[in-house]
């Protein structure tokens, strides 16, 4: 008896799955766009990302394994916002770490159905603790977020070493 139930409950939760899936992959504008991001001048989805959290409208790539702490600035990841399966924006973040107690971030927005400027840019400053048992900093003591011109955050970008 116990197993016909859970025989019964398997079937009726495949059934269910089936049925909710229409058989339609959501879109996660992954590699096959990276041609349309360099004619735009977008930067690209990089070799070896993955979509790591793709949850509602949002697409976050970025490597599988993020390593914290790199002596070089990284491209930490590509978040794409997405409303009835067309973009609405794509963002990239770089980071980069100055020391255990300092790190920049820059945010370059693209907005897809904008009206005039469809670039938007951030410099994020973060003061931070460090956590001398894990190594990463643990808490953000101060958070500084400063509007940016695409020139200047290219420019910045430039000089951490990004083409």
């Not at 735009?40 to 409208?57: M, Y």
């Amino acid at each position: 008896m116990k197993n016909n139930l859970a025989f019964f409950v398997s079937i009726l939760l495949v059934a269910g799955l089936t049925c909710c899936n229409n058989g339609k992959k959501a879109n996660t504008y992954g590699f096959e766009f990276n041609e349309e991001r360099l004619r735009l001048g977008l930067p690209l989805i990089e070799n070896g990302w993955v979509p790591l959290f793709p949850i509602n409208n949002l697409v976050e790539w970025g490597a599988s394994k993020v390593q914290f702490k790199l002596a070089k600035p990284q491209h930490l990841m590509k978040t794409i916002r997405v409303e009835n399966g067309l973009r609405i924006y794509e963002e990239d973040t770089y980071l980069k770490y100055e020391n255990d107690h300092l790190s920049y971030e820059i945010e370059i927005r693209y907005t897809f159905q904008h009206s005039a400027n469809p670039w938007s840019c951030h410099l994020i400053t973060q003061v931070t603790r460090l956590d001398t048992m894990g190594g990463i900093s643990d808490k953000i003591l101060e958070e500084k977020k400063s509007v940016l011109s695409r020139k200047d955050a290219l420019t910045m970008l430039a000089e951490w070493g990004f083409k």
